[in-house]
């Protein structure tokens, strides 16, 4: 009875450590892929989310003086052409 528990204990001995290497192994090819995967990105020369946004308010802020100084020009030139007629 005593061999048939070392022969388990021996079984369990080499089931947790095919495990163990195995999750050694997941853990190495996750790291590889997703090393690839920002060495992919890399080369698409994509911008981070913060440029974007830093972009985008840029954008936001260069329309709004445009609207301005449209409105702007719209009321000199109604001006001028009051003054044109009268």
């Excluded at 080499?14 to 090819?29: F, K, R």
């Excluded at 892929?33 to 911008?47: G, H, I, K, N, W």
């Excluded at 972009?55 to 052409?81: F, G, I, P, S, T």
């Amino acid at each position: 009875m005593q061999s048939q528990n070392t022969v388990f204990d021996d079984i369990a001995k080499l089931m947790i450590d095919a495990l163990g290497m195995a999750q050694g192994v997941g853990d190495e090819a996750k790291s590889f892929m997703r090393a690839q995967a920002d060495r992919f990105v890399a080369d698409m020369d994509l911008v981070s989310r913060e440029e974007f946004e830093a972009v985008k308010e840029l954008a936001a802020a260069a329309r709004a003086e445009a609207d301005a100084l449209r409105a702007r020009l719209e009321a000199l030139e109604a001006h001028l052409a009051e003054r044109a007629r009268g």
